[in-house]
């Protein structure tokens, strides 16, 4: 039988005006697809965040629709679906504004939300999930209470990995409808805390949920120590709904902890260091449907990305984490590209591991003229991989922030995933009106 591989079945430019981070951060969930319909959110300039419906060949549903009107270029949605379709969007801020939680009014719509309610203060980064008992589990990097970006540095306090989850007992009739259509939240939590207070922190977290209603995070912790900084890439779980947390072998952990004090699959603290030689972030965390977690550390210091995943070892009696260069895989591909610092990746149904990236031709480009997108293909039981293009080249433009679909909830299924990424500038700052397109893509594998 041969090896599956994969292609384009097509490709949509979705928006011509989209922002210079118009499908970046990959903490956050971009795409849901149900029954023929493909949902889709995006940023538009400069911070406009976007929610759209496209069926299966791509054509748009209607007209896109505003969810929240953001700040910036980092205000981003991120989605899910709970028990009943009904979609959830938690839309960002920059550290500024609460997030806005929207929830639809009808299940699997997406033209029609509920008034938008506040989340947190002054978070960025959200990546949001449903569990099996239907409560919504929230992450993000938390600044409490800082002050206007620009203010008093006096103002800030230490910046942390945040955690939220909704309360139980949700009101329903007996028609599956909402007493109260938007639920209550608990007070943000802090899980992981950088080693030096009240300076820069950015914190890539990434939830998923499994089929036993485990909850996973996977995390990056880019943390400023002095005038250096230190990268790591870690990982916990949750099996009770988010009221205790592990390692992946199941020893408890005690919140919030430092930036190495859940699994640490990489990282480059050691104390008193001076120099930080890793200019490493992570993808989001991915489930296959047995429940085993991976996470992509993409190195822009030198090009390389490993595939970090926890595999049962009976003779540990437990799972051990397993990792897999990809540079070598991509340089079959391509000799001289090397992997930047954006990427997704996603497990369907069937097993198939798929790993969707930017490159660049240039070592340490990001967003620059050369980036491209390529697709890494892994099918199920297999160690073999397969690599394709996404992006066409055009000269001076770069192709990036490649965001694939990934379950997101229990209530969701997910055959090939699509994928969003951006054509277009990065331009300059967090503000700029600079206009994108943002790019829909339909995979096939055969």
């Not at 620009?150 to 230490?158: D, I, W």
């Not at 036993?212 to 009770?240: C, I, N, P, W």
Request: hydrophobic residues 30%; charged residues 20%.
């Amino acid at each position: 039988m041969a090896t599956p591989t994969v292609s384009t079945k097509w490709e949509r430019t979705i928006s011509t005006k989209g922002s210079t981070r118009s499908t970046a951060y990959m903490a956050s969930n971009k795409i849901i697809s149900h029954d023929g319909l493909i949902y889709a959110t995006w940023l538009e300039a400069p911070g406009r965040s976007m929610i759209g419906a496209f069926d299966e060949s791509g054509e748009p549903v209607g007209t896109p629709m505003l969810l929240r009107e953001g700040i910036d270029n980092h205000c981003g949605a991120s989605l899910t679906v709970d028990q009943h379709g009904f979609l959830h969007a938690v839309c960002g801020s920059h550290n500024e504004l609460p997030f806005d939680h929207r929830i639809t009014r009808k299940p699997w719509s997406w033209d029609n939300w509920w008034t938008a309610r506040p989340i947190s203060d002054s978070p960025t980064y959200p990546s949001v999930v449903c569990g099996l008992d239907n409560r919504l589990h929230l992450t993000y990097r938390w600044w409490q209470n800082i002050a206007i970006r620009g203010g008093p540095k006096s103002y800030r306090v230490t910046p942390s990995l945040g955690y939220q989850r909704t309360r139980p007992g949700m009101s329903w009739d007996g028609f599956g409808h909402r007493y109260d259509p938007v639920p209550v939240w608990s007070d943000p939590a802090s899980m992981i805390v950088p080693l030096v207070p009240n300076r820069y922190c950015q914190y890539g977290s990434s939830l998923a949920v499994d089929g036993l209603g485990r909850l996973h995070l996977g995390f990056h912790v880019y943390d400023q120590k002095y005038t250096e900084r230190g990268h790591t890439v870690g990982y916990m779980t949750s099996a009770d709904g988010g009221e205790t947390w592990t390692n992946a072998r199941g020893d408890e952990l005690t919140l919030p902890c430092g930036p190495t004090g859940a699994d640490t699959l990489e990282s480059d603290f050691d104390g008193d260091i001076e120099t930080a030689p890793f200019d490493m972030r992570a993808s989001n965390v991915a489930v296959t449907p047995e429940g085993n977690p991976m996470i992509v550390a993409f190195h822009r210091e030198d090009g390389h990305a490993t595939l970090w995943e926890s595999v049962p070892d009976d003779a540990k009696s437990g799972p051990v984490w397993r990792s897999t260069n990809l540079l070598p895989v991509l340089r079959e591909h391509d000799e001289q590209r090397y992997f930047s610092m954006d990427g997704t990746v996603t497990v369907d149904a069937a097993g198939n591991t798929y790993v969707a990236a930017q490159t660049v031709s240039e070592l340490g480009h990001w967003g620059d003229g050369d980036s491209e997108v390529v697709l890494l293909l892994r099918p199920s039981g297999t160690q073999s991989w397969h690599v394709v293009d996404i992006s066409e080249h055009t000269a001076y433009v770069p192709n990036w922030h490649p965001s694939l679909e990934r379950i997101a909830s229990p209530f969701q299924t997910m055959g090939t995933p699509y994928l969003l990424y951006q054509h277009g500038t990065k331009g300059t700052g967090c503000e700029t009106y600079d206009n994108t397109e943002v790019r829909l893509v339909a995979l096939t594998v055969e």
